[in-house]
Structure formats: structure tokens, C-alpha cells
């Protein structure tokens, strides 16, 4: 791969970012890449972003709202790289709204699948509805207090998969995850977002992984760990479990998304690089399903 020499000067890549009323902005975010990196877009399905649109409600987490981030968003922030198709991704602020979820899926196109975030007691009516318009797993998200209590997961995570073959997604607090190991593994099938967010967790993130699930590479900005040794250990358990993400806009992360994550994923990989970018996770969310 080439690499910048000391005679070559770095080509700067503006990168787009929201300004602060959440418009599409005009700062740019300057990064360094080589000049070999710029040839070919680098190609992915995006295994976690969320859609965030004035248009639907949104509702306080933890005292916090978050800046609109649209499609047209989404579509600018990504204008660096080939999107194959992409996950959008139930956030703790939108609550058990699905309007925002079923109209983004539309604007995004038949390649873009949906993570909901639904109530203990939604009917088979509604489950079937978002089935049909692309959602494809359930999120529980116990990092932020949850879209539902732990003692209410197994019973929903089985219904949905019983169902439609929905998977369970979780964003999990790095401190429980051990204790919540024993669960999870009764899961039928499962998600841990963000690498399991520090290096605490990782011991049992490994063990989830031997026993078959998958992780997101994502949110590199928010993680607390040492991201490129994760990698490759998750990735010597399992080389199908990795699945990358932007995870735009990135909300309450300390860092931003960058392309220079996609990059440090290709450092790592070199020619398994597509497992993680794009092969692993268009074979789990089951793109082209209806």
C-alpha cells in the first residue's frame, strides 16, 4: 500500500460536519491521507449510523437531544467513501417512535435495513408492518437506562426472532456485560455494539464471540481501549464476527467519525479487509430479504 514519503506533500480531504443548528454544515474537518488512499473510494456497508429528522419526535436522554442529522446529511458525510447500503440505528432519544424509522428507510433505498427500539407490548400487527418495510433487528440499549428492563430482554429478543428472524442488538454498559453474559448467550442471535465500548469488557466480548456473536467496529471516538489490538482479537476468534460502521453523526461521542478509521481497519486487515468493511455484516442483516 502506498504510504506518504517525506518528499510528498498530504493531500487535505474536507470531511462534512453539522453545524450547530444541524443543517447541512459549511465547516470542514481537515484530515491528512496519502495520495494512494484517494484512487479508489473505499467501499462499505455501514453497520451502524442513526437518522435523526426535525420531522419526528425526539425525547431527552439523560438531559440530552441531539443536532438534526438527515439523509441529505448522511449522504454528504459519506460522500468520500462508496456506500453499499447501511443499518439505521434506533437511538435512546427517539424512544419507541418507528415514523422517523420507516421514513429514512424509504429516502435511503432497498439496501438500507432498520434497528428498532419497540415496547414489550407491541402488537404482531406492527412487528409485521416494520418487518416489511425493512427493519430487521431490535435494539436494547442499557448503556443509556434502556429501552426496556433487562428482565424483559429474553422474552422480547425471543418474540422478535420466533417472528421475523430479528436479531437483538446491544449497547451494553462495559462494567455489566460480564454479569450479563450468561443471558446473552441464551439469545438466539446477537449484536454488541462499539467493540463493548472499553478494555474491561473485552474478556467477555471474546467469549460472546466464541459462542457466535457478532461486533460492530464502530464508534472508535467513544471507546475506551486500545481499538487496533481489539480488532484483532475479536477478529482471531472469529473472522466473521467484525462488522464496521460509521456511526454518524456520532452523537455524545468524544471524537467524531473519520475515514481515517476505515483506513486503520484496512492497515490492520490488508486482504481481509472486506470481511469487516462490507461481506460480514451484508450477510448478517440479510440485505435483499423480504
Known amino acids: 500500500m502506498l504510504t506518504t514519503t517525506e518528499h510528498e506533500a498530504p493531500i487535505l480531504v474536507p470531511l462534512p460536519l453539522l453545524s450547530e443548528t444541524g443543517s447541512a454544515s459549511k465547516l470542514l474537518l481537515f484530515h491528512s491521507v496519502d495520495a494512494g488512499r484517494t484512487q479508489l473510494k473505499i467501499k462499505i456497508f455501514d453497520s451502524h449510523m442513526h437518522i435523526i429528522d426535525p420531522r419526528f419526535p425526539l425525547v431527552q436522554n439523560q438531559g440530552y437531544v441531539p443536532e438534526f442529522f438527515g439523509v441529505g446529511d448522511y449522504r454528504e458525510s459519506t460522500a468520500s467513501v462508496e456506500v453499499l447500503g447501511g443499518v439505521v440505528v434506533a437511538g435512546s432519544f427517539q424512544g419507541f417512535d418507528q415514523t422517523y424509522l ?103 466480548v471474546l467469549d460472546l464471540v466464541a459462542a457466535g456473536a457478532k461486533v460492530k467496529a464502530t464508534g472508535f471516538g467513544r471507546v475506551d481501549l486500545d481499538v487496533v489490538r481489539t480488532l484483532k482479537k475479536i477478529h482471531s476468534v472469529d473472522p466473521n464476527a467484525l462488522m464496521a460502521g460509521t456511526d454518524l453523526p456520532s452523537t455524545r461521542a468524544k471524537r467524531r467519525f473519520s475515514i481515517d478509521d476505515l483506513h486503520l481497519i484496512q492497515d490492520t486487515f490488508q486482504e481481509e479487509t472486506d470481511l469487516i468493511l462490507h461481506k460480514n455484516s451484508l450477510s448478517f442483516y440479510r440485505v435483499g430479504d423480504s
Open 102 to 204: 420507516v421514513n429514512a428507510l424509504r429516502d435511503l433505498g432497498p439496501n438500507f435495513v432498520g434497528v428498532a427500539q419497540v415496547p414489550p407490548d407491541i402488537d404482531e400487527e406492527e412487528l409485521l408492518f416494520l418487518n416489511e418495510r425493512g427493519v430487521r433487528a431490535i435494539r436494547f440499549n442499557l448503556f443509556r437506562t434502556g429501552s426496556e428492563s433487562i428482565s424483559q430482554l429474553e422474552e422480547i429478543a425471543n418474540r422478535v426472532w420466533d417472528l421475523h428472524g430479528w436479531h437483538s442488538e446491544l449497547y451494553v454498559d462495559p462494567k455489566d456485560l460480564h454479569s450479563l453474559k450468561p443471558l446473552i448467550r441464551r439469545l438466539p442471535k446477537v449484536s454488541i455494539d462499539h467493540l463493548g465500548m472499553a478494555e474491561n469488557a473485552l474478556d467477555s
